[in-house]
């Protein structure tokens, strides 16, 4: 016979019914049941809040980007290049040093008399620019068995400031180290035309950039295509000029012998310049210069057929880049605009026709910004 165990009062299985007392608090957060429309059905799911939608975050983002990035762009100018009025010419006398000089003058010789261009025949608008061929005979002068400049010191001030010889190289485009090569390239030479180019200068560690008229006389170095290149005076380094709409505002130097009409630009030429046929005015007489040589190798010669420089004429037709002046902030150097057109072919003339009048020759002046920049006259 069995005996039940006596009962202990605790349940011994699951209970038949819902727990008594007071239940005990969730241990997440509650469950919401989906909202129901009137039918009973679930409710458009709950919308989220704008900043965690990651199509809007992208589109702030990639407006907060551009509007930094202009705004960096609109503080520094022409996207980084110091910026002045459009239009500004600065002109510079050929034994003067000029504003943020790059090195010491090296310029041996600034005496070379200004040549009367062959004048295009056309009618040319008051903006149009004057190219000249790079490899025309007695587009430049010199002294025969002398260099216009001293190649040798102006590599050796470069090679003593790592700095300049840096932002030398930006603007010649080529390798810091490769600066000594490129400038015993170069021919030294003289302007015999009053030529636009646009300069740099040297300031706060960067170049700056504006466009400049070089006076006759000017001793620069012309690579193998007759284009300036360096200006010997200041050391800067050069390049073709931008072309530029309207009128433009002449600040700088002044010399009696300028006229806006005479003004040239020099068009590479098409093919390599293996010998320039320069002018010396001191023995009245022609010398065969050699690509790179500094005049140990000059030779008389005999007269050119065409010794004044043939001039074409062509119009802008676009508004140039605002360029810097001396007075700008420094900058980077930044391509240029393509040059004008090579010169036409003109029937040979004896003697150079006089230079029409200029259209203006009240001189005008500004304080230059630099040591060196002297009053300037319209052009």
Not at 13 to 39: F, I, K, R, V
Not at 195 to 220: E, F, I, K, P
Not at 244 to 268: A, C, F, I, K, M
Not at 359 to 370: G, K, L, M, Q, V
Request: charged share 20%.
């Amino acid at each position: 016979m069995s005996v039940e165990p006596p009962s202990s009062g605790r349940p011994t299985g699951p209970p038949s019914g819902p727990l008594s007392g007071p239940s005990q608090p969730p241990s997440g957060p509650p469950s919401q049941p989906p909202p129901t429309g009137g039918t009973g059905a679930p409710g458009p799911e709950p919308r989220r809040p704008w900043w965690r939608s990651a199509p809007r975050i992208a589109a702030i983002a990639v407006v907060v980007v551009a509007a930094v990035i202009l705004a960096v762009v609109l503080s520094r100018g022409d996207g980084g290049n110091g910026t002045s009025a459009d239009g500004e010419v600065f002109l510079q006398a050929a034994g003067k040093t000029g504003p943020d000089p790059f090195t010491e003058s090296t310029a041996t010789d600034s005496s070379a008399p200004p040549a009367t261009p062959t004048q295009a025949t056309e009618s040319a608008p008051s903006n149009a620019v004057r190219g000249v061929d790079g490899g025309a005979p007695g587009l430049y002068g010199g002294t025969r068995n002398t260099a216009a400049c001293d190649v040798e010191k102006q590599i050796e001030y470069l090679r003593a400031a790592p700095d300049k010889n840096r932002a030398f190289a930006s603007v010649a485009r080529v390798d810091a180290d490769d600066v000594p090569a490129y400038l015993s390239a170069l021919t030294p030479v003289q302007l015999r035309l009053d030529t636009r180019v646009t300069n740099h200068g040297y300031r706060d560690g960067a170049a700056t950039r504006y466009q400049a008229v070089l006076q006759s006389g000017t001793a620069v170095l012309v690579d193998d295509r007759g284009v300036p290149r360096v200006r010997c005076a200041c050391g800067n380094p050069l390049t073709p000029p931008v072309a530029q709409q309207g009128t433009l505002e002449r600040t700088g130097d002044s010399w009696p012998s300028y006229r806006s009409s005479n003004v040239v630009v020099v068009v590479p030429s098409t093919t390599v310049v293996n010998v320039f046929v320069i002018f010396d005015d001191e023995r009245d007489e022609w010398v065969a210069r050699e690509r790179g040589d500094d005049g140990d190798k000059d030779k008389k010669t005999d007269r050119p057929v065409k010794p004044s420089p043939s001039v074409s004429v062509s119009t802008p037709t676009s508004p140039s880049p605002p360029s810097s002046p001396p007075t700008s902030t420094p900058e980077s150097s930044t391509p240029e605009t393509s040059p004008p057109e090579p010169p036409t072919t003109e029937p040979e003339s004896p003697e150079p026709p006089a230079p029409p009048p200029d259209e203006d020759t009240t001189a005008t002046s500004r304080s230059a910004p630099a040591e060196g920049a002297s009053q300037s006259p319209p052009l």
